[in-house]
T-cell receptor, first 115, second 110 residues
């Protein structure tokens, strides 16, 4: 069974630009969550999508947005990039039925560097 | 305030030297506690879920336990390949969100 796939693996952008990251969940998983991971802040929750609807949102500015498609694939977008957005962005999928937390299966992330 | 605290931040052990990692939580109603392992440059990998005090789960050299205030990840006779960062996360009753600890970096020296 294929795992969670994130593309691209590495990305270098300039301040003020925007970026789109992609995530393909495990087949059959309907929930996709996004996290930002930095050495100082650890894992910070961005948002969760379930069946194309945003189910939960973390405490990030509106420059961070996401969406989920009918095939459960998800994208997140960051507009007007700032230096502080440099981080590892992780996507995780789960079965997500109901409101109960099943274990998350993470991809290996996209390493974003903003210069 | 709901919080998950892991200790120590880093732990260096000799191969074969058993020890425990701690995850203490103050959340308003715990629905579940998860343990993950993260290797450098990779995403976290799921290890265990614990739901109620007294519950224990085992996998190879790892055993996770849960009390009403904390969870322990016991590692018995560790090997260098057990070196990783171990993360715990709690699911709150109120809004089903995951709260993550900062992790414990475990280094096993041969």
């Amino acid at each position: 069974k294929a795992g969670v796939t994130q593309t691209p693996r590495y990305l270098i952008k300039t301040r003020g630009q925007q970026v789109t990251l992609s995530c393909s969940p495990i087949s059959g998983h309907r929930s996709v969550s996004w996290y930002q991971q930095t050495p100082g802040q650890g894992l910070q929750f961005l948002f969760e999508y379930f069946s194309e609807t945003q189910r939960n949102k973390g405490n990030f500015p509106g420059r961070f947005s996401g969406r989920q498609f009918s095939n459960s694939r998800s994208e997140m977008n960051v507009s007007t990039l700032e230096l502080g957005d440099s981080a590892l962005y992780l996507c995780a999928s789960s079965r997500g039925e109901g409101r109960h937390h099943s274990p998350l299966h993470f991809g290996n992330g996209t390493r974003l560097t903003v210069t | 305030e709901d919080q998950v605290t892991q200790s120590p931040e880093a732990l260096r052990l000799q191969e074969g030297e058993s020890s425990s990692l701690n995850c203490s939580y103050t959340v308003s109603g715990l629905r579940g506690l998860f343990w993950y392992r993260q290797d450098p440059g990779k995403g976290p990998e799921f290890l265990f879920t614990l739901y109620s005090a007294g519950e224990e789960k085992e996998k190879e050299r790892l055993k996770a336990t849960l009390t009403k205030k904390e969870s322990f990840l016991h590692i018995t006779a560790p090997k260098p390949e057990d070196s990783a960062t171990y993360l715990c996360a709690c699911v709150m009753d109120s809004n089903y969100q995951l709260i993550w600890g900062a992790g414990t970096k475990l280094i096993i020296k041969p």
